[in-house]
């Protein structure tokens, strides 16, 4: 089974939607990311989260909030989607304690129509 | 100036070909670094941590140059399946990842 997983893998949706995108993890990892990827722009962090009471905004965070449920659940909204929305999102994890690796989920594509 | 730059790519080579990336970082402070693959439409995979010393995986040999911020990969013996696109990537509170380039192996 996958270490990171996420849901949906395939989203569209209208503008103005509400839409939660969802990451579970079985690594026992304290960090959690969300990252979207567009073509030509690379990975950009929207939010991170280093234990469930500590949420952090990334470098994207506008119309986007988080919420850590337990240490292996970290969920993306979009409160009203829009099409600038439509990108490739993925949720990483990491141990930290001194140590960076990330690991990935395989992705979640959404299109805001 | 973006954190992490690499070049612009692609690179198109024959298998068996010996392919450099390069990459430079901006962040002095920076402490840690990896190159990542990934395949089209897929996950960002873990290829290898960079160390100062230099490390080598296999076909795979990974330099950190901390005077110049400049970090590089060779893969040597180039396989079909190396064709992805590889990230190289430095850690600060989160990670700063480059925009990658892709590389295509031939036969």
């Known amino acids: 089974d996958a270490d990171v997983t996420q849901t949906p893998r395939n989203r569209i949706t209208k503008t103005g939607k509400r839409i939660m995108l969802e990451c579970s993890q079985t690594?026992?990892?304290?960090?959690m990311y969300w990252y979207r990827q567009d073509p030509g722009l690379g990975l950009r962090l929207i939010y991170y989260?280093?234990?469930?009471?500590?949420?952090n905004k990334g470098e994207i965070s506008d119309g986007y909030s988080v919420s850590r449920q337990a240490q292996a659940k970290f969920s993306l909204s979009l409160e009203s989607a829009i099409p600038n929305q439509t990108a490739l999102y993925f949720c990483?994890?990491?141990?930290?304690?001194?140590?960076?690796?990330?690991?990935f989920g395989p992705g979640t594509r959404l299109t805001v129509t | 100036r973006k954190e992490v730059e690499q070049d612009p790519g692609p690179f198109n080579v024959p298998e068996g070909a010996t392919v450099a990336f390069n990459c430079t970082y901006s962040?002095?402070?920076?402490?840690?670094f990896f190159w990542y693959r990934q395949d089209c439409r897929k996950e960002p995979k873990l290829l290898m941590s960079?160390?100062?010393s230099g490390n080598e995986d296999g076909r795979f040999t990974a330099q950190l140059n901390r005077a110049s911020q400049y970090i590089s990969l060779l893969i040597r013996d180039s396989k079909l399946s190396d064709s992805a696109t590889y990230l190289c990537?430095?850690?600060?509170?989160?990670?700063?990842f480059g925009k990658g380039t892709s590389l295509l192996v031939t036969p």
């Open positions: 990483a994890t990491s141990a930290g304690k001194g140590t960076y690796e990330q690991y």
């Open positions: 690594k026992g990892h304290d960090r």
């Open positions: 989260s280093f234990d469930v009471k500590d949420i």
């Open positions: 962040n002095s402070a920076s402490q840690s």
């Open positions: 960079v160390y100062s």
């Open positions: 990537v430095v850690a600060g509170y989160a990670l700063n």
